[in-house]
T-cell receptor, first 113, second 114 residues
Framework: ETGVTQTPRHLVMGMTNKKSLKCEQHLGHNAMYWYKQSAKKPLELMFV???????ENNSVPSRFSPECPNSSHLFLHLHTLQPEDSALYLC????????????FGPGTRLTVT | AQSVSQHNHHVILSEAASLELGCNYSYGGTVNLFWYVQYPGQHLQLLLKYFSGDPLVKGIKGFEAEFIKSKFSFNLRKPSVQWSDTAEYFCAVNDLGSARQLTFGSGTQLTVLP
């Protein structure tokens, strides 16, 4: 049990669909993150939220839209994705944003057809 | 920008062999260093971390890592691996400069043969 849960665990969607990924942390942390994990590549940081405010957006295409309604929940809204967006999307949290260790969820395996 | 290099993409060892996985980073300032492990079908888990103090840090499951500042390295070691250590290992660096982001290496897949 990691304290960070993600749903769904697997998602297949067409390029014209709209879907959302959900992340919830039960650790009382103040910072949450979205990462993209592709085969043979380093984890790519997509978004950082600290106390529900977005503090980092690493040049992510607008077809990915994050939402953080409170410090325990984080969403990633997806629309008009491309096949190259197929990857494992990981959510993480940390006590505060910055130098602290991060705790990861199991990820959502996304396939765009 | 910070970069992290893990030179070995795939390492294959027999049980009881010794392990050393390399990790080098580019940022020359103050850093926090991490090793994460991802067992097949499981989430990323923290193996060990270095923030300050003794550069030789010990983690879970008999792993240790040594921070050598002059070499910008944080290599992971284990004296005797087990089949259950088969996993992917990621080095990560959090520079304490302006970015304060966690930068990951591309990972090393370790396969331990029984």
């Amino acid at each position: 049990e990691t304290g960070v849960t993600q749903t769904p665990r697997h998602l297949v969607m067409g390029m014209t669909n709209k879907k959302s990924l959900k992340c919830e942390q039960h650790l009382g942390h103040n910072a949450m993150y979205w990462y993209k994990q592709s085969a043979k590549k380093p984890l790519e940081l997509m978004f950082v939220y600290s106390l529900e405010e977005r503090v980092e957006n690493n040049s992510v295409p607008s077809r990915f839209s994050p939402e953080c309604p409170n410090s325990s929940h984080l969403f990633l809204h997806l629309h008009t994705l491309q096949p190259e967006d197929s990857a494992l999307y990981l959510c993480a949290s940390s006590q505060e944003q910055g130098a602290y260790e991060q705790y990861f969820g199991p990820g959502t395996r996304l396939t765009v057809t | 920008a910070q970069s992290v290099s893990q030179h070995n993409h795939h390492v294959i060892l027999s049980e009881a062999a010794s392990l050393e996985l390399g990790c080098n980073y580019s940022y020359g300032g103050t850093v926090n260093l991490f090793w994460y492990v991802q067992y097949p079908g499981q989430h990323l888990q923290l193996l060990l971390k270095y923030f300050s103090g003794d550069p030789l840090v010990k983690g879970i499951k008999g792993f240790e890592a040594e921070f050598i500042k002059s070499k910008f390295s944080f290599n992971l070691r284990k004296p005797s691996v087990q089949w259950s250590d088969t996993a992917e290992y990621f080095c990560a660096v959090n520079d304490l400069g302006s970015a304060r982001q966690l930068t990951f290496g591309s990972g090393t897949q370790l396969t331990v043969l029984p």
